[in-house]
């Protein structure tokens, strides 16, 4: 069954292989973050469906914090483009796992360069525990 978590590993190793000279990090923000470092906060996923067949969406948000606050226009340029070519139309969660992306939303706040985009995931949910292949009786 994927999870929340898997689409946000799946968030930071396109990060990570995207930007290999930048630090990923999904943690406090406040604690973690450096200039120069991409931050992906966990989303709250929606869950919904009947108990055989999930559905889980919701937002994913990545925030990039340049390493000079005054000075990056350019650098913010060159980062949205990346992004872009890498989160385009789809991301990866595992091998036989895909998840369509719609549409990828760029703000800039406080001198910080968002990214956003919706997820949905919908899975059947396979049963666990062993199969009943004999049934044995035994009468009195």
């Not at 898997?6 to 990570?16: H, Q, S, Y």
């Not at 973690?32 to 709250?44: Q, R």
């Not at 559905?55 to 949205?80: A, K």
Request: glycine share 2%; no cysteine.
């Amino acid at each position: 069954m994927i999870t929340t978590k898997d689409v946000v590993k799946a968030v930071n190793a396109v990060l990570k292989s995207t930007f290999p000279d930048r630090s990923v990090v999904s943690t406090d923000k406040d604690k973690a973050v450096k200039p120069g470092s991409f931050y992906v906060e966990y989303p709250v996923p929606i869950m919904d469906g009947p108990k055989d067949f999930k559905h889980e969406s919701g937002t994913i948000y990545i925030d990039y914090f340049p390493p000079d606050r005054y000075n990056n226009r350019l650098e913010f340029f060159n980062v949205q483009e990346k992004l872009r070519e890498a989160f385009a139309d789809t991301l990866t969660v595992e091998e036989d796992f895909v998840i369509p992306i719609n549409e990828l939303q760029f703000t800039e706040n406080d001198d910080v360069l968002i990214l956003q985009f919706d997820y949905e995931m919908w899975q059947y949910v396979e049963e666990t525990g062993p199969d009943m292949e004999e049934l044995v009786i035994k009468e009195e």
